[in-house]
């Protein structure tokens, strides 16, 4: 059954120039004239061009792009902030673009909260009275508007902290309270703007974790800005990499570090530890043949020589895995008359099809046998053998 999933925002046709005469410099973008050319020939900067996605109902989506790349941009076209010199920018079927501004606050107010790389609080203000602003804005009594800013303090970790003044918190807990503030108002979309650049790596590695939590709990949609590549691969669902004002390719982390789309979003991932991404659903393989805990040793030492194995996985009726038969120990038991449950080995290892290769390397290191990938229930979804991880590391010279 094919699963559906709702369109939140669609994004359709976008351009931005910025500049004065922008049909000029839309002409020349349709010639292939470069960026850097066409502000060389006609001073208009070229934001972007003709750009189309969409975002999904609870997903995050990372927008990843060097420094010009159009990524800030896009996400400030978002809620116009910056407004675009041309398309459509849909939520929930509504035009932001087209909207006056009565419609544009409203929106903004009830649909969409932003997040800033720059925390924009403010410093005269407690915690709890930064985190009630957008309520306060929207006219909400001051005991419904506490109520509500409590219950997001205490979802980014900052129960205590209510009476405490922004300016005595470090870094990180900062970025906190501004992540509680959007969450205040309930949106159904956060942009986020290179909201975790600005901190130390640690804080910022603890801050990511904090995100990925919560969206978890709450399901937000998230549209997430970063040039780190990283980052990027670790928050997002859908990763859109910019350049120039353009999407050169839009995928999963393991889409684009597997099937990049050209030279640049090649170069771009190149330097991926793609153990850290890659994951046991992506390298295992199909787990045929098996054998059933019920067939005989005979039948099992067949199935081996056919397909060349030297051992082979043992499954009940329900392709639930039991253990793994080796044929050495098979060879001489099938003499003996044994059953296949008296020789197997059940003291293998199972793992998760999620788990990521940086963690599936140990595992193989200490045991030579293949490694059995199954669900929830212990069900038979692949198999790893070291072969498997050595051709999903490999990096093809044409990559």
Not at 61 to 78: A, D, E, I, P, Y
């Amino acid at each position: 059954m094919t699963i559906h999933r709702k369109k939140k925002i669609e994004v359709r046709n976008l351009v931005k120039i910025f500049g004065k005469n922008t049909q000029k410099a839309v002409s020349l973008i349709e010639q292939g004239v470069s960026k850097q050319e066409i502000f060389e020939r006609t001073k208009q900067t070229v934001g972007l061009y003709k750009v189309n996605f969409d975002v999904y109902e609870g997903e995050t989506f990372v927008l990843m792009g060097l420094s010009g790349s159009g990524k800030s941009t896009l996400l400030r076209c978002l809620n116009r902030l910056i407004d675009p010199s041309d398309g459509h920018i849909l939520v929930d079927g509504d035009d932001i673009a087209t909207m006056d501004d009565k419609e544009l606050r409203e929106a903004r107010r009830k649909k969409m909260s932003m997040v800033f790389q720059g925390f924009a609080l403010l410093p005269h203000r407690t915690v709890i009275d930064n985190v009630a602003f957008g309520l306060e804005i929207q006219g909400i009594s001051k005991e419904e508007r506490y109520v509500k800013a409590e219950e997001a303090i205490a979802k980014v970790g900052l129960k205590g902290y209510e009476s405490s003044k922004t300016s005595q918190l470090s870094g990180g807990m900062q970025q906190r309270v501004g992540l509680a503030r959007a969450l205040a108002t309930d949106p159904d979309v956060l942009l986020m703007d290179e909201a975790f650049s600005a901190l130390d790596p640690l804080i910022r590695s603890e801050m990511q974790d904090e995100l990925i939590a919560l969206q978890d709990k709450l399901k937000k949609t998230i549209v997430f800005v970063s040039h780190d590549l990283d980052e990027a691969l670790k928050l997002g669902d859908r990763i859109a990499i910019m350049k120039d004002g353009v999407i050169a390719q839009i995928g999963t982390a393991e889409e684009i570090l597997t099937n990049p789309a050209d030279d640049y979003v090649s170069e771009f991932v190149a330097g991926v530890d793609r153990t850290k991404i890659l994951t046991a659903e992506n390298i295992m393989k199909r787990p045929d043949p098996v054998v059933s805990i019920n067939a005989g040793l005979t039948v099992a030492l067949q199935l081996m020589k056919k397909h060349g194995m030297s051992s082979i996985f043992v499954v009940d009726p329900d392709k639930v895995v039991k253990g793994i038969l080796c044929v050495d120990a098979a060879a001489p038991a099938s003499k003996e008359k044994k059953e296949i449950k008296d020789v197997m080995k059940t003291d293998i290892s199972i793992i998760a099809p999620d788990i990521p290769i940086k963690e599936i390397i140990p595992i193989m290191a200490e045991d030579a046998l293949p490694i059995a990938v199954v669900n929830e229930n212990k069900k038979l979804l692949g198999v790893i053998v070291r072969g498997s991880i050595l051709s999903a590391l490999a990096i093809k010279e044409e990559d």
